[in-house]
């Protein structure tokens, strides 16, 4: 059979592998001029490639539609994948978080790789190629129309494969062009949202927002703190309007110059973006980010420690004893925050003074007021309806021979290698039934 494969990406990488390997012709199309673009920036270049926790925990970790991954998870495993990097030499190492990256820190070894089983196989590769429709004749697929160099050509296929990626990160290529091919064939695309993106923190400046007459507003805080890398920190999500707990998480955040971002923020953001009624909450300041500075310690514990720390400080001014307690960059704002005089000695602070210092740290609330756009998201929430697609082999309901593979389909997971798997997988699932 002739199969052919739409999108250069990881899972139409696995899918052109997986294809050829079941004994088809395979066609690989590509509309920039190399494959695996998106993979070679993600994990900051370094390449999550997938996660190390046990394959059936991986649904847990993919609040969009995981459970309809169930089949693509055991066709092709975490295990999987990292046996096929060892096969062509790249070494694998797990981190913090039991995330899973080569052990030179180079994505571009992993998609080497790729490349090299794609050659070794023979699957034909097109570069500079843009399909601008797939061709169906009584709802069964026939071939695709594609534009190379300004030429329209046709090309015959038995199966097509559609890999095309979401919207996010349009300059490697993913501009949710395959949205409008699928459409076009009946298929429905869910609404599209970002997900592990960004968080912008609110910059209202109306009296709720002020921060303790320090700064403006939330936003201005962060800019303050633009650059800090925080670790080891506790994040809550809350919804102020029902006092409820949105999404907790443990681990690495960073501020910058709109408001936040960093792994717990990313997770974060693909959870919340799914809650009810989200819109109106943000545009009313009713969603807070907690970041609790010191989660290892309760109050009382943080207050004998900062009681300690001002116990050997204490002919120093409050501006200058907390050098030991927090990242050089975050003092200042903290002591604005605390309402304390900076220049008072720390064995003139009360206990009143104290322990409203030991509530920020516990409590550094952010108003958040949205996200950054679509294209600048991780992944993308939204795509192919998965009541449109089998689970068991990623063929469409629709049109038959047509496969999905992907961040096209309606599936995302949080941050941590989860949404690279579901590529190979997919991928891996929808190439062995072409």
């Known amino acids: 059979m002739k199969v052919v494969v739409i999108g250069g990406g990881p899972s139409g990488m696995m899918a052109a592998i997986s294809a050829k390997k079941s004994g088809n012709d395979v066609i690989l199309l590509e509309k920039m001029n190399s494959l695996g673009k998106k993979l070679l920036i993600t994990g900051k270049g370094r390449c999550n490639i997938t996660s190390g926790i046990d394959i059936s925990e ?60 794609l050659k070794q196989l023979g699957v034909e590769i097109h570069t500079d190629t843009k399909v601008i429709g797939i061709i169906e004749k009584n709802q069964v697929v026939a071939g695709v129309e594609c534009e190379t160099k300004g030429k329209v050509k046709f090309l015959d296929a038995d199966k097509v494969i559609v890999a095309t990626g979401g919207k996010s990160y349009p300059t ?5 062009d395959g949205y409008d091919l699928v459409k076009e064939l009946g298929h429905t695309i869910t609404q599209i949202k970002p997900s592990l993106i960004p968080i912008v923190a609110n910059d209202n400046q109306s009296a709720e927002h002020i ?41 690495e955040m960073l501020f910058t110059h709109f408001g936040v971002s960093g792994p717990t923020i990313l997770s974060a953001s693909s959870h919340i973006i799914r809650y009810k009624n989200i819109g109106n909450l943000l545009k009313d300041g009713k969603i807070v980010l907690k970041i609790d500075l010191k989660p290892a310690l309760d109050n009382e514990k943080l207050d004998n420690r900062i009681l300690r720390d001002f116990e050997n400080e204490k002919n120093k001014l409050f501006r200058n004893s907390l050098n030991e307690l927090l990242p050089q960059k975050m003092i200042d704002p903290i002591i604005k925050l605390s309402g304390i005089n900076p220049d008072k000695k720390v064995n003139e602070i009360s206990k009143k003074e104290r322990l409203n210092l030991v509530n920020i740290l516990k409590n550094f609330n952010i108003t958040i007021s949205g996200f950054r756009p679509v294209e600048e998201a991780i992944v993308t929430a939204g795509g192919v309806n998965i009541k449109e697609i089998n689970p068991k082999t990623m063929e ?30 997919t991928g891996y699932t929808a190439g062995l039934n072409s």
């Open 211 to 251: 921060l303790l007459n320090s700064y403006n507003n939330s936003k201005d805080l962060c800019k303050t703190l633009q650059g800090l890398s925080l670790r080891n920190v506790k994040i809550s999500i809350i919804d102020k309007e029902k006092n409820k707990v949105m999404y907790e998480d443990f681990g």
């Open 58 to 117: 991986f649904i847990n970790n993919i609040p969009g539609n995981g459970k309809f991954l169930y089949s693509s998870f055991q066709n092709f495993t975490n295990q999987d994948i990292i046996e096929f990097l060892n096969n062509h030499g790249v070494r694998v190492k797990e981190e913090r978080g039991n995330r899973i990256f080569p052990e030179s820190d180079k994505a571009q070894d992993v998609l080497n790789a790729f490349l090299a089983e």
């Open 396 to 425: 469409s309901k629709i049109v038959n021979n047509l496969y999905f593979a992907g961040e096209i389909i309606d599936v995302d997971a949080y941050t941590g290698g989860f949404n690279l798997q579901i590529a190979y997988s």
């Open 172 to 176: 490697t290529g993913s501009t949710g």
